[in-house]
């Protein structure tokens, strides 16, 4: 099996497997590291594109996961984070990634955040290197294996 199919196979997964979590997952630490996830995925070579920014905007209103909670509320977090990385990436990756990491006291939360990240990842058609490499970091930052998630 080709290496996109077997991503694309494993990012079906990990949306089916939050789905079936998504009533556990509903608390605030879990909404505003995804959105965080979400924003650090888009900005993941350094900058965003308002292709890029609409594409990941598009797919967090319409994700069943996130449906927990109110769209524009998760649209105003996933912008605030996108402004920080769009003004000073370095600086503001650093602040992101604390977002994401408010998500490790809670394994089940953690582990939706960075499913979250690679779904986010790959809704274009290509996982890129770059988004991978943030995943990982945020994988990090979460306290969780990489590998966890063949990455």
Known sequence: MALWDRFKESASQMQTQLTAKKN?????AFRDASMAMCALVA?????????????????????????????DDLH???EDNLNKLAADFALGKVSV???????KKK???????????IVIGGADGDFDKDEQAV???????????PHEFDL
């Open 43 to 71: 900005a993941a070579d350094g900058t965003v594109d308002s292709s890029e920014r609409q594409r990941v905007a598009q797919l967090i209103a319409t994700n069943d996961v996130l449906q927990n909670f109110p769209a």
């Open 97 to 103: 990634l604390q977002e994401i990491a408010k998500a």
């Open 24 to 28: 556990d997952l509903k608390s605030g």
């Open 135 to 145: 995943v990982r970091e945020a994988c990090y930052a979460l306290d969780l294996p």
């Open 107 to 117: 394994p089940a939360e953690a582990r939706a955040v960075v499913q979250i990240g």
């Open 76 to 78: 105003r977090r996933f």
